[in-house]
């Protein structure tokens, strides 16, 4: 084995001020060596991300190393000043984030951002000229065509994995031995995240550099992992080579993450009858914007003559890239937007063009689940009165609404006695619940699940999915389920639409769509979905 | 009913006392309310407050310095300077608080309707975007000549040019949260109009809209002192603390004390406000706080 760039070993990080000596993570070991990529796999409150930010000496306030040794190279890193740590920082040490929005400076240019960070570490001043040279050979480094466009260009003028490749380039423009990742492709769609992954480990070839890769994907993980070290609650579960590990599992928590990363085949094949179609969308169109007054300002064609049908109990998915109109679609057909024109016939009545007023007693049959469970519940309100608002819209008394709310908290397998609490007492995936629940009350026909799971960690997203194909065959439910994870779509859905630039480019059986996809696009989500052919 | 009832519900009255224990913790707040509690006292009790008559003339007695009779002297009338400004207190405080309730209640009404009912908007916030190019003591000024000068009109001569701010920031607060996904999973759960507006937009707004209001109460008060000092405010007849300035321009070289009083008092009661006002706006948005040197 080669020589190891980063050890940690036992270490424990603790709050600054507590009696209890409560412990954030553990006893945590982790070494990576030269040239390979490590990963650290866990989901939210692991802390994976605060292993990460130990070794960085960045931990939050109030949070400290108790015990432990954390060597770079050999230097101990703990105990190490603040003035050498921001030295190891960026010469040393490169760090990549989930958002590069965020990361990088909005006001200057990315040659601008590049320059400064040469000019601070290093002590003879450079020639533009030669800064230049540099910013542009660590550009195309990073694979970029037209790097030399690139360097006078902001970030919000860049597309996200662009603004991840500046985010890297900066990272690697000093040279470092490690390379820290937290979760840096988490926010981008599955071609980009393809590219930057492939990216990275290339990198870690040519350089020969080690990476620290922090995830929650198990298929990331077998994509470009050479190590994976399995974190849960703050401790070490299991760590070994990536190829041990995938094929023998030892320990049980690994192996519910890996058998919760969605594999995109149907759990259950069954075959259904043609149903009593309960939805039917024709020619619909959304544009956004209009003509100015002279004939000037921006149309966006969101969605482009899309149309469907959905029958009783079928579950359509709707995968797609962002920008490629699928959470449009969903808004129109749940009626939250006017669409421009077409039809959606509702249990045979149009609604497309509906006005509020005509449409109220319609909405009961369509309810929505949204992506973000902490959004979704007002949080002045308690899950009780959150709940039952929409079954006393819909005429029931407030004792009667209760009552069915509570039968509805069971079957979505919360407990019945949560209606006076609040939303912030609730993780991700009981909120989500809740929501699901809230959208039931109504006793709907059509489901709109408009990305809902994929803000959850992969073992909740795959209660929450075996939830709606359970509702399904329990309620009939009919459902339309927009995500933008093929895998995903393919555990649940009956049928696959894709989605790009506002039009519908294939439709099918999920079986036909995932045996045999035919438009170009579709192929490039299916080779782009990480972990493909490791985890089937 | 169900077995619900044996968690306690977390909006119990307990609530509302800790509210207030963490209001009467917080120095800047609490300044800020003892002065007005202070004025308001004044205010309310000036008619067992004052000494002599405000309103009677002493020309033989005039721009007296202070003696165990007129506490801080006599005016160039002769009126009694200690008492004039004791009954002041009530033009300044029911200014402040009138224009404070209606501009945030005129302003929150159109700032709603302009949120949610988007053709209206750009008309509304266009008229709106006009009002706030006139300077407000101009409007003022305009307004009270169209309507003459008593109590009333001076109320809404300088409630109406704070309208287009009030109606602006609660617009802007409209515009986001009524695209929250709990304010959309309402909407498709037929959630009517007036219902949704009330039970899920109107409580975000409820905290920046306090904290407009004591930012209005104040520049109010200086509004309709300035006013008066420019002779078209409260009618002489009325003492207004900003009377009491017009009528000492000539004097207050012989007797500064006739301009001194009636300033302090009204930056007094300014700062009081504006103090109360920075301290709720810390409590209730801590994201405006000052992060660093703030009033802890």
Known sequence: MSEAVLEVAGLTVGLTHDADGRRIVRDINVTVPRGQIVCVVGESGSGKSVTAFSVTGLLPEGLKPVAGSIKLLGEELIGATDDRMRELRGSRIGMIFQEPMTALNPVMTVREQLAELIEWHSDKRHTKAEVDKRVLAALEDMLLPNASQMMRAYPHQLSGGQRQRVMIAMAMLLEPILLIADEPTTALDVTTQKQILMLIKDLVKRKNIGVLFITHDFGVVADIADQVVVMQRGLVVESGSVDALLKNPTQPYTRLLINSVPKGIRVATETREPTPTVLEVKALKMTYGHRGFFGRGRVTQAVKEAAFTLGRGEIIGVVGESGSGKSTLARCVSRLMKPTSGEISLLGTDIARASNETLRPHRRYIQVVFQDPYRSLNPRLSVGRSLIEGVVNFGATPDEARAKVASLLELVGMDTQILDRFPHEFSGGQRQRICIARALASEPQILIADEAVSALDVTVQAQVLRLFADLRSRLGLAMLFITHDLRVAGELCDRIMVMKSGEIVESGSTADVFDNPQHPYTQALFSAAPGRERLQ | ?296
């Open chain 2, 1 to 296: 009913m169900t077995a619900t009832t044996v968690i306690a519900p977390a909006s119990s009255p307990v609530d509302v006392w800790t509210l207030v224990r963490k209001l009467l913790r917080n120095r800047t707040i609490l300044f800020g309310l003892g002065v007005l509690i202070l004025l308001a006292l004044v205010a309310i009790f000036a008619s067992v407050l004052w000494t002599v008559d405000p309103a009677a003339l002493k020309p033989r007695l005039r721009l007296r310095s202070p003696s165990a009779v007129n506490w801080l002297g006599t005016d160039n009338l002769g009126r009694d300077i200690w008492s004039r400004l004791i009954y002041g207190s009530r033009v300044s405080l029911v200014v402040g608080a009138v224009v404070a309730i209606l501009a945030v209640v005129a302003g929150s009404a159109l700032g709603l309707i302009a949120g949610m009912v988007r053709w209206i908007d750009n008309v509304l916030m266009r008229m709106m975007d006009g009002m706030m190019a006139i300077p407000a003591i101009l409007l003022a000024i305009a307004l009270i000549g169209g309507l003459g000068a008593n109590l009333v009109t001076i109320c809404i001569a300088i409630a109406v040019p704070e309208i287009p701010r009030v109606a602006r920031m609660v617009r802007s607060v409209v515009l986001t949260v009524r695209e929250e996904a709990y304010v959309e999973a309402a909407v498709s759960m037929g959630t009517r109009l007036p219902v949704l507006v009330i039970r899920h937009i109107v409580p975000n707004i409820l905290a920046p809209l306090i904290v407009q209001a004591t930012y209005i109460a104040s520049s109010a008060i200086l509004i309709e002192a300035s006013l008066s000092f420019l002779g078209i405010g409260m009618p002489d007849e009325i003492p207004s603390w900003g009377n009491m300035m017009a009528d000492a321009r000539l004097y207050f070289q012989i007797r500064p004390g006739l301009m001194l009083f009636p300033g302090i008092c009204i930056a007094l009661t300014v700062l009081g406000i504006n103090r109360l006002g920075d301290g709720l706006r810390d409590m209730l948005d801590p994201r405006l706080a000052r992060s660093v040197g703030g009033v802890k």
